[in-house]
């Protein structure tokens, strides 16, 4: 059973057992938020549920998520309205994540692409999702040793996530390919591009 906290007056966390936990939990809660509630914030293992105290009151918003269940997300084998992002796949470390898969690069490019993704949640930076699949197969560890400096636009492997940096910063995802697509965008409204429960698939540029 999931465990539920107080964030002060404004919020409720939900500690998950497991990230699919927290998918299941999350699609229930975005699928009937009640009136005060603000924000439904995914993460690894937990659900954070912000409200207006002065719409909601706190024991409501928990008595609210209690009597919700969970909506197992449908398997992603169909990319129906998928998000299209172009890559090419040229990444700085696809040769050494080929290489940990003993697979060939083209047959690490073919995984990518056939695989649908789903944004599980956004973190370490504005518009950075971390996107998960069905498929265990292209599970990689993070590199050793981060680089100072990854460029906006690569598209990493870390663990079972892949992901897409959306501005320069320091990274140690295994980077196989980059995109141009703006994955933030401050005036737009969301201004992240991936946000949670976005169905993804990569296709490979021309």
Excluded: K
């Excluded at 690569?154 to 501005?167: D, F, I, M, S, W």
């Excluded at 991936?194 to 540029?205: K, M, N, Y």
């Amino acid at each position: 059973m999931t465990t539920l906290r107080a964030v002060g007056d404004r919020a409720v966390i939900v500690d998950c057992a497991d990230l699919e936990a927290v998918l299941a939990l999350h699609a229930a809660l975005a699928a009937s938020p009640p009136d005060g509630v603000i924000d439904l914030v995914p993460a690894a293992r937990t659900v954070l549920v912000t409200f207006d105290p002065s719409i909601l009151a706190g024991d409501r918003v928990a008595g609210w998520i209690r009597s919700t269940p969970p909506v197992r997300p449908g398997a992603l084998g169909d990319a129906g309205d998928a998000l299209v992002l172009d890559v090419e796949y040229s990444g700085e470390d696809l040769g050494e994540v080929a290489s940990l898969l003993s697979l060939t690069e083209r047959e690490v490019v073919d995984l990518h692409t056939a695989s649908v993704w789903r944004v599980a949640f956004v973190g370490f930076a504005p518009g950075f999702g971390y996107l998960v699949t069905d498929s265990t197969r292209l599970a990689v560890p993070r590199r050793s040793s981060p680089r100072t400096s990854v460029p906006a636009g690569a598209v990493g492997l870390a663990g079972e996530y892949t992901g897409v940096y959306p501005r320069s910063s320091p990274g140690g995802w295994q980077l196989i390919g980059r995109t141009d697509a703006p994955l933030w965008n401050a005036d737009a409204s969301p201004p992240a591009l991936l946000t949670p429960g976005r169905v993804v698939c990569f296709r490979e540029a021309s």
